[in-house]
T-cell receptor, first 114, second 113 residues
Framework: DGGITQSPKYLFRKEGQNVTLSCEQNLNHDAMYWYRQDPGQGLRLIYYSQIVNDFQKGDIAEGYSVSREKKESFPLTVTSAQKNPTAFYLC?????????????FGPGTRLTVL | DQQVKQNSPSLSVQEGRISILNCDYTNSMFDYFLWYKKYPAEGPTFLISISSIKDKNEDGRFTVFLNKSAKHLSLHIVPSQPGDSAVYFCAARLGNAGNMLTFGGGTRLMVKP
C-alpha cells in the first residue's frame, strides 16, 4: 500500500559525525519536503524539492544537505555543522497535480546527538 | 516573524463537548489552509482543509471556519472524544509559492473522559 517511509525511527549520533536520514515514498508525488520539529514548537522547513534533481533551501537549511536523484527518494544529511541537531525530523510529499496540494507525512525520525 | 500563530499552546475539554482550536495569520496572500493532527512520535496526519474562497468546510465531527477579514481560522470538533487528544497544527499555503506550507506552533488538545 502507498505511503511515506522514514528510517530509522530513532537515531543516535556522536558530536562531529554526519548522519543521513532516509525518506522514501511510493505515492508518485513530485514534491518532497523535510521539516524539523522541536519540543513545543511547530514544523520548520529545512529543504524541499519540487522535481527530481532540483531542490531548494527552506527556512533553516544551514547544517543540512539533501539530494533528489530519484522521484521516490529524498535523503537528508545532518552535518557536523548543524549546531543543534537533536530534534524530530519529518519528511513529507505532495502532488502538485491536485488543487488541494495536501502534504502527506512520514512517521518521523528522532535524532539524538550524544 | 511568525506568519501563522496558534496562541493557545494547550486546551482541555470534557468528552462530548465542543473543542475550538484557533489560528491567526498575517499574510493575506495565503489561499489555502489545512489542519493536521499529530500524536507523539508520529508524523502529522491531514485532517481538513479550506480554500480562501470559502468560509466553512465540514467533514463529520470536524468543521473549519475561515474569517478572511480577521485573518482567523478555527477548527471545531463536536462532539469531542478522548481519541481526539493530540497536537493540532494549522498550516497555510501561499498561492504563488508552489506547495509551500507555513505551520503554526500547534495546540495540544486534551479530551477528558
Amino acid at each position: 500500500d502507498g505511503g511515506i517511509t522514514q528510517s530509522p525511527k530513532y537515531l543516535f549520533r556522536k558530536e562531529g559525525q554526519n548522519v543521513t536520514l532516509s525518506c522514501e515514498q511510493n505515492l508518485n508525488h513530485d514534491a518532497m519536503y523535510w521539516y524539523r520539529q522541536d519540543p513545543g514548537q511547530g514544523l520548520r522547513l529545512i529543504y524541499y524539492s519540487q522535481i527530481v534533481n532540483d531542490f531548494q533551501k527552506g527556512d533553516i537549511a544551514e547544517g543540512y544537505s539533501v539530494s533528489r536523484e530519484k522521484k521516490e527518494s529524498f535523503p537528508l544529511t545532518v552535518t557536523s555543522a548543524q549546531k543543534n541537531p537533536t530534534a524530530f525530523y519529518l519528511c513529507a510529499s505532495s502532488s502538485p497535480d491536485t488543487y488541494t496540494d495536501t502534504q502527506y507525512f512520514g512517521p518521523g525520525t528522532r535524532l539524538t546527538v550524544l | 516573524d511568525q506568519q501563522v500563530k496558534q496562541n493557545s499552546p494547550s486546551l482541555s475539554v470534557q468528552e462530548g463537548r465542543i473543542s475550538i482550536l484557533n489560528c491567526d495569520y498575517t499574510n493575506s496572500m495565503f489561499d489555502y489552509f489545512l489542519w493536521y493532527k499529530k500524536y507523539p512520535a508520529e508524523g502529522p496526519t491531514f485532517l481538513i482543509s479550506i480554500s480562501s474562497i470559502k468560509d466553512k468546510n465540514e467533514d463529520g465531527r470536524f468543521t473549519v471556519f475561515l474569517n478572511k477579514s480577521a485573518k482567523h481560522l478555527s477548527l471545531h470538533i463536536v462532539p469531542s472524544q478522548p481519541g481526539d487528544s493530540a497536537v493540532y497544527f494549522c498550516a497555510a499555503r501561499l498561492g504563488n509559492a508552489g506547495n509551500m506550507l507555513t505551520f503554526g506552533g500547534g495546540t495540544r488538545l486534551m479530551v477528558k473522559p
